[in-house]
Each structure stands twice: as C-alpha cells, then as structure tokens.
C-alpha cells in the first residue's frame, strides 16, 4: 500500500494553527451563542483580552489525557473513565443523559441512545478535531474515531454523523485544501440518508447556483431550522456557508457565526479547519493578538494537568499523533518531508472502516475483556418487562471478528434464561423474571475472563420530557 507523508513541522504546525483556530472562532461565537437571528459582525465584539472558556476544547483536551494515560489503542471503557472523572458536571442536554445512563450502568453506546432527545445536537461534532490531529491524513480512522466517541451521547443521532464529517474533513485537510473534494470526503464516511448530509449539500448547492449569502442562509433556515439552537442539522449548513461564501480568514468566521443559532461551535469548528487548510501563516495577527494563546477551561470542567498553552496542547498532541500513527494507521507516517502518492486521493476517500462502524447495533453495551470486545445486545431498550419473555445477544470480538467461543451465563436470583444458541455470529438466549430490581446484573463469562451487564427494570424507568435535562439523583 502507498504511504502518505506527513513532515514534522507541518505537522506541528497545522495542529497549531487547529487549536488556535479552535480558541479564536470559539471566542467570537461565544457571545452571541442560542440567538438564532442574523448577526452583522465583521470582527470581534466585544474585543476580548483572552480566550473565553468553551466546552468545545475542554472535552478534547480529556480525550487527550485519555490518550496520554491509557495509550493510543482506544476503547469505550477509557471514554466512560474519563468522562465520570473530568467531565461529570458538564449535567445538560445531551451530556446529562449519558451521564444519567453511565450512573444507571449503561456503557456505549446504548447510553448515546436510551431516552436521549439529544442525539441530533451539536454536543458530538464539536469534538471532531482531536482525532484529526491524531489521525492525519486518514480520514476514515478519524471518521471512526469520532463515531466511537459519539456513541456515548450521540449514538445513531445527527449529531454522530456530524462529528464523524468534520473529523474525516480535518484529517484530509492536512493534505488537500480544495473545499469542493474535502466535503466529498466528508460526506463519504456518513450515512446519505443523514440529514447532516442533505444540508451540506444544500449549502454547496447554494453557493454554486450563486445564491447570495443572506439568501442562503435563509433557505438552509427554512428547510433545516430548528426551534433547538444547538441542532446539529441547520448548523452544519451555516459552518459550510461561512466557509464557501467567507473572502478571506475574518469574513469567513463572520459569516459562519452571523448565520446564528450555536455561534461558537459554528465558530470554533471552522476555525480549526482554516488552521489546518493554511497553518499558522494563515491566521491574521489582528485576530490572533486579543485572543492569545492561554487555554481557559470552561469551571465545570474536573482540574488535571490540562495544556495551559495552545502551544503545549499543539506539541503534546503531536506527541500522541505520532504514536497514534505508528500503531493504528496504514496509510500514514511522519517523517522529514512530506511526500504524497498518486493515489492519494483514493487513499482519501477510503471508507470501510466508518461504515462498518455504522452498521454496529447501538442497542448493545461494550466491555473488554482482555483482547475481546464482549457485546450485550438490548434488541431495543435495555429494560426487562416483568413476566414477559426478553431476547437478548451476546457475541465476542477480537478486531472485529466474531468468535464462535462458548459463553456461561449468569443470571439475577430468580430469573430464568435458555440455553444459548449460535445464530450467524452471535449467542441468543431468553431472559425471563417474575419479578427484578431497578438494576440488575447480567454475567458473561468466557474463556479469558468475565463481565456484567446492568438491564433495568421497565418498571422502574421514569420518562425524560424531551428537550430537558435528566435529573441528578
């Protein structure tokens, strides 16, 4: 296979100019954030004289502790740690209901799923540019990485598809700087049936039949408007707007974050992929002087040793990239120089690892077990009805292969369940109960070990009005 190279100080550089870009958008959008009329900035207001805190690069900086401390081969298990440790008082919207479900016992990525009004928000895709800075150059391993990252509080939502867009954008940023090709490859790694893919494309379509920009922007409003500011669906298409439509670095900001509705995820995104498009060459000193170059934590994020610098945040990144590489990526290397193969746009566009990874049952729960992914699946709500038969699966995966091994199970005291049976590539067994607690406890046990999935009582489940919190109990 042909390799792409990537040289160290462009690498470094790009990244660089992704995390300013990150402070500098987030901090022009902040202000204006959930109003959903057109704003006329042309530059910031107010001026500030440092980066505002934003939720949309405090997560990203768990994410590369979560790296640095449990290594660059990534499972759900290291997510669900570090978010309980870090990120437990970030209790809104979609966030409070992975929480809620994480507490209760669900793992990925049924807790992206259960009783979540929030899967088609911004939450997820303002998280995609870690895993394009990390995976450089393969935008179908940033793409699946975002997806594995979604599926804590996004799961099968917009919002999912949304992260794994721009994630695999970003990544082929580092490459290519044509905005027509980058959105092909964007669009590449997620459903066609998506929403998110349909108001991308809307947006590209206006810009080329030469639609004017207000115009635009009221179209993309009438047809993908939400009465929620932070759907994800109307701005992706504001962000594409900004980005197509702006003339120069300042005017795209603009234009991304006049559009309304989640200003500064609108904001920070496109200034992370301008960052990554021209590098630090390319970001105006007038707009990066009253921002600086401090990173803020947003106060309900858990204190660690985040970067306290865009500049240590930038080195500690790459630092992880390069590993990151070395052991997941067979597409890319860093080395001296950057050097590009002819195919290099096929390799681009690759896309068998994201989606297969959205052909995974998000009504199942993932835990390890040494080398095996061991998944419990729901087969809907992870809920058991009292005197009611419930199907449930169970298969075993080593790098995504099923294992045709042998399993016991283990059930709460009472209950009752048949003999498992092979079906295509998965153990299915009936669970039965006269009676079970909130939350009960499920055993699977197999030759390397064994681990516990929690199913709830449907008796004990109290509905969540949409467009609300879960409560803290």
Same mark, same amino acid.
């Given at each position: ?197 349909? $108001?991308?494309?809307? =947006?590209?379509?206006?810009? *080329?039949? &030469?639609? @004017?920009?207000? /115009?635009?922007?009221?179209?993309? #409003? ?87 610098? $865009?500049?240590?945040? =930038?080195?500690?990144?790459? *630092?992880? &990239?390069? @590993?990151?590489? /070395?052991?997941?990526?067979?597409? #890319? ?141």
């Amino acid at each position: 296979m042909s390799k792409i190279k990537l040289a160290r100080s462009e690498y470094y550089d790009k990244v660089l100019a992704c995390w300013l870009g990150k402070n500098i958008g987030g901090t022009l959008g902040t202000p204006y954030e959930g109003q959903k009329f057109v704003h006329c900035l042309n530059y910031f207001d107010p001026v500030p004289e440092k980066p505002l805190p934003n939720d949309d690069l405090d997560f990203q900086l768990v994410w590369l502790k979560m790296l640095e401390d449990r290594g660059v081969k990534v499972e759900f298990s290291h997510f669900v740690e570090h978010w309980l440790k870090y990120l437990s008082n970030h209790w809104y919207a979609e966030y409070s209901v992975c929480l809620y479900n994480l507490l209760r016992g669900l793992r990925p990525p049924i807790s992206g799923t259960f009783q979540n009004y929030w899967v088609d928000e911004m939450g997820a895709p303002i998280r995609s540019e870690i895993w394009a800075c990390v995976a450089p150059g393969d935008p179908q391993l940033a793409a699946t990485l975002a997806w594995m990252d979604s599926c804590l509080d996004h799961a099968g939502g917009e919002g999912q598809y949304g992260e794994m867009f721009w994630a695999a954008v970003e990544s082929a940023a580092f490459f290519i700087k044509d905005p027509d090709t980058l959105i092909q490859i964007g669009l590449s790694m997620i459903p066609t049936s998506s929403n998110i893919y349909r $108001v991308i494309k809307e =947006a590209v379509l206006c810009y *080329k039949n &030469g639609m @004017k920009w207000d /115009a635009a922007r009221e179209h993309i #409003v009438t047809l993908f408007g939400h009465h929620q500011p932070c759907n994800a669906i109307p701005n992706h298409g504001f962000i594409i707007l900004g980005w197509l439509y702006g003339k120069d670095y300042g005017d795209k900001l603009c234009k991304a974050v006049n559009c309304g509705y989640d200003t500064d995820c609108t904001g920070a995104t496109l200034g992370s992929l301008l960052g990554i498009l021209y590098g630090t060459a390319g970001i105006p000193e007038e707009w990066l002087k009253p921002v600086g170059r401090e990173i803020i934590l947003v106060p309900l994020t858990g204190q660690f040793n985040h970067p306290k610098t $865009v500049d240590e945040l =930038a080195e500690r990144t790459v *630092k992880v &990239g390069e @590993k990151f590489l /070395a052991e997941n990526s067979q597409s #890319v290397e860093i080395a001296e120089q950057t050097q590009t193969p002819p195919d290099l746009l096929s390799l681009l566009f690759r896309n068998d690892k994201p989606m297969r990874a959205l052909c995974f049952d998000i009504h199942s729960a993932v835990e390890k077990v040494e080398d095996i992914d061991v998944v419990f699946y729901y087969n809907g709500e992870p809920t058991i009805m009292k005197g009611i038969e419930k199907v449930v699966g169970v298969s075993l995966l080593r790098k995504g292969e099923p294992l045709k091994e042998n399993i016991e199970v283990e059930v709460p005291k009472g209950w009752r369940y048949s003999e498992p049976k092979w079906e295509i590539d998965r153990w299915q067994f009936v669970l039965y109960t006269e009676d079970a607690e909130p939350k009960n406890e499920i055993t699977i046990k197999c030759e390397k070990g064994e681990t516990k999935f929690v199913i709830l009582s449907a008796d004990s489940i109290k509905p969540l009005p949409a467009a609300q919190s879960a409560p803290r109990e």
